[in-house]
């Protein structure tokens, strides 16, 4: 017994001062490395960070010629670690051989400086944005900064490429540029030094882009003369993560708890579409009251063989039911309208029914689709000053139809072809319902006879754009 206690009280001493240790930060690994021959003294050390597996390693080395303090992070992966230092490794290479090659810009006393610098951002538990800033002094009057963030994920253990979170295309990256220039505009003091020029080329090349996220916030770098005189230094533009919410992959969205609380404008369901021709030949096909569980997938499935994009104006009721369903047609590109909450006939309500029918319509689809509703189209048509005055706030224009396939009174495939095809030109809004099978029955041979005439499908606000006007509406179109 008592030889058994006596065997186990070192390691109980070692646990312990491992506990002490850890609690006091002493558990530092410190090496000093003294190369006598250049009177080099280097020091590493490696400490915890705040955050749980990531440490802090702290590199400083002093020769006669240079100073070199290096701050990384280490993960517990090598997929991580190795294009980290990686990049440490070859930013000190440079430095030290432009050193060697530039020793008589130092005067005096002057020593070149390498000082690498790192800010960890956390995103969530496992999601980091690691910022680097690595600033170089190498004689002259002014040292130069460059910024190199990581964007890791200690879970799966990788570092994110911006197509890990983003889809991109050139209408987005325009897009995108125009928000840069936006911000970039608020930053009085760098604006002035922005090379329009320089600053094209550099969003024009998105998987060179260097980025990081945190607290709903999107940060694109850019060194210093990268897009700008040296005078701005390195420069920084935030944007809001909701602003690129249409771009950003929706799994990472999720992962990183992007929410889009206290929007000051709400955003909207917005493709990315091309401007339209104006001596074009197209049509916007609509579908009123759905989303339905069995007729909304058939008309989802034709209007994809067409590679026809429509609108589908949806009761809050039905996206109550089905919000998967709603998330579909917002997926496949198409366009989503209000259609009110419980379709009743909102000219006989007062100012604060209607709102609360086209409010709560419009959060329910938000909620399924993440997205606001684009339009909004009052049910059986029917409106009053207070369904003017919400859709206005709300900034939903109202859309009415121009061709009435009649598809909710004659419930027949043939008819709805047929009524279609007799009234429609270019221009004109469709009034459909996703809620009958007739419809969707009808729709192959729709689309397949209109293609044949020439006519391309939109959505309603791609049609209205070949429109002068931009108010509130009704628009019924051709
Ligand atoms: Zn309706």
Same mark, same amino acid.
């Given at each position: 017994?008592?030889?058994r206690k006596?065997?186990?009280?070192?390691v109980w001493?070692?646990?312990?001062?491992?506990?002490?240790g850890?609690?006091?930060?002493?558990?530092?690994?410190?090496?000093?490395?003294?190369?006598?021959?250049?009177?080099?003294?280097?020091n590493?050390?490696?400490?915890?960070?705040?955050y749980?597996g990531?440490?802090?390693e702290?590199?400083?080395?002093?020769?006669?010629?240079?100073i070199l303090?290096?701050s990384?992070?280490?993960?517990?992966?090598?997929?991580i670690n190795t294009?980290?230092q990686?990049w440490?490794?070859d930013q000190?290479?440079?430095?030290?051989a432009?050193?060697e090659a530039?020793?008589e810009m130092?005067?005096g006393?002057?020593?070149?400086?390498l000082?690498?610098?790192?800010e960890?951002?956390?995103?969530?538990?496992h999601l980091?944005? @690691?910022v *680097?800033?690595? =600033?170089?002094?190498?004689? $002259? /009057?002014? %040292?130069q900064?460059?910024?190199?963030?990581f964007?890791?994920?200690?879970?799966?253990?990788?570092i994110l490429?911006l197509s890990?979170?983003?889809?991109?295309?050139?209408a987005?990256v325009?897009?995108i540029?125009s928000?840069?220039?936006?911000?970039?505009n608020?930053?009085?003091?760098?604006?002035?030094?922005?090379?329009e020029?320089?600053l094209?080329k550099?969003?024009k090349?998105?998987s060179?882009?260097k980025?990081?996220?945190?607290?709903?916030?999107?940060? @694109?770098y *850019?060194?210093q =003369?990268?897009i700008a005189? $040296? /005078?701005? %230094?390195t420069?920084?533009?935030?944007i809001s993560l909701?602003?690129l919410?249409p771009?950003?992959k929706k799994?990472?969205?999720?992962?990183?708890n992007?929410?889009?609380e206290?929007?000051d404008e709400?955003?909207?369901?917005?493709s990315?579409q091309?401007?339209?021709d104006p001596k074009?030949k197209?049509?916007a096909?609509t579908?009123?009251?759905?989303?339905h569980?069995?007729v909304?997938p058939?008309?989802?499935k034709?209007l994809?063989?067409?590679?026809a994009?429509?609108t589908f104006?949806?009761?809050?009721v039905?996206?109550?039911?089905?919000?998967?369903?709603?998330?579909?047609?917002?997926?496949?590109g198409?366009?989503i309208?209000?259609?009110?909450?419980?379709h009743?006939n909102?000219?006989?309500?007062?100012?604060s029914?209607v709102?609360k029918?086209?409010?709560?319509?419009s959060?329910l689809i938000e909620?399924?689709t993440?997205?606001?509703?684009?339009?909004?189209?009052?049910?059986y048509?029917?409106?009053?000053?207070?369904?003017?005055?919400?859709?206005?706030?709300?900034?939903?224009?109202?859309?009415?139809?121009?061709?009435?396939?009649?598809d909710w009174k004659?419930r027949?495939?043939?008819?709805?072809n047929?009524e279609?095809?007799?009234?429609?030109?270019p221009?004109s809004?469709?009034l459909?319902?996703?809620i009958h099978?007739?419809t969707a029955?009808?729709?192959?041979?729709m689309?397949k006879s209109?293609k044949k005439q020439g006519?391309?499908f939109?959505?309603?606000?791609q049609l209205l754009?070949?429109?002068?006007?931009?108010?509130?509406g009704?628009?019924y179109?051709?």
């Amino acid at each position: 017994m008592k030889r058994r206690k006596k065997a186990l009280w070192p390691v109980w001493l070692v646990g312990f001062m491992l506990l002490v240790g850890g609690i006091l930060g002493i558990n530092l690994m410190v090496q000093n490395v003294i190369a006598g021959n250049n009177s080099a003294l280097e020091n590493v050390e490696i400490s915890p960070s705040a955050y749980p597996g990531l440490d802090i390693e702290t590199r400083t080395k002093n020769t006669k010629h240079y100073i070199l303090s290096i701050s990384s992070v280490l993960a517990n992966s090598k997929e991580i670690n190795t294009p980290i230092q990686a990049w440490v490794n070859d930013q000190e290479k440079k430095f030290l051989a432009e050193v060697e090659a530039d020793a008589e810009m130092l005067q005096g006393d002057q020593r070149a400086e390498l000082n690498i610098t790192v800010e960890t951002n956390k995103i969530n538990d496992h999601l980091y944005s @690691l910022v *680097f800033t690595s =600033y170089q002094f190498k004689g $002259g /009057a002014n %040292g130069q900064s460059i910024i190199k963030p990581f964007n890791i994920d200690t879970v799966d253990n990788k570092i994110l490429s911006l197509s890990d979170i983003m889809t991109y295309d050139k209408a987005s990256v325009d897009h995108i540029m125009s928000i840069v220039k936006e911000e970039l505009n608020k930053q009085k003091n760098v604006n002035s030094y922005v090379f329009e020029e320089e600053l094209q080329k550099s969003i024009k090349n998105p998987s060179e882009w260097k980025w990081s996220v945190g607290n709903g916030v999107f940060t @694109l770098y *850019f060194n210093q =003369y990268e897009i700008a005189a $040296g /005078a701005a %230094g390195t420069v920084q533009v935030n944007i809001s993560l909701k602003s690129l919410q249409p771009y950003l992959k929706k799994d990472i969205a999720k992962k990183w708890n992007v929410t889009y609380e206290n929007n000051d404008e709400p955003k909207r369901q917005k493709s990315i579409q091309p401007p339209l021709d104006p001596k074009g030949k197209y049509v916007a096909l609509t579908f009123d009251d759905g989303p339905h569980p069995k007729v909304t997938p058939r008309v989802l499935k034709t209007l994809k063989e067409y590679n026809a994009k429509a609108t589908f104006f949806m009761l809050g009721v039905q996206v109550e039911y089905y919000p998967d369903m709603a998330q579909k047609v917002a997926e496949a590109g198409h366009e989503i309208g209000n259609h009110s909450k419980g379709h009743p006939n909102l000219a006989k309500m007062s100012l604060s029914e209607v709102s609360k029918q086209i409010t709560e319509a419009s959060d329910l689809i938000e909620a399924a689709t993440g997205g606001k509703p684009t339009l909004f189209r009052p049910p059986y048509g029917a409106m009053n000053e207070s369904v003017k005055k919400v859709t206005k706030e709300q900034k939903t224009p109202i859309i009415l139809w121009s061709v009435d396939s009649l598809d909710w009174k004659s419930r027949n495939a043939q008819a709805v072809n047929k009524e279609v095809a007799r009234n429609i030109r270019p221009g004109s809004i469709v009034l459909m319902h996703d809620i009958h099978r007739s419809t969707a029955d009808a729709l192959p041979q729709m689309l397949k006879s209109l293609k044949k005439q020439g006519y391309q499908f939109v959505t309603v606000s791609q049609l209205l754009s070949l429109n002068e006007s931009t108010g509130n509406g009704p628009y019924y179109n051709q």
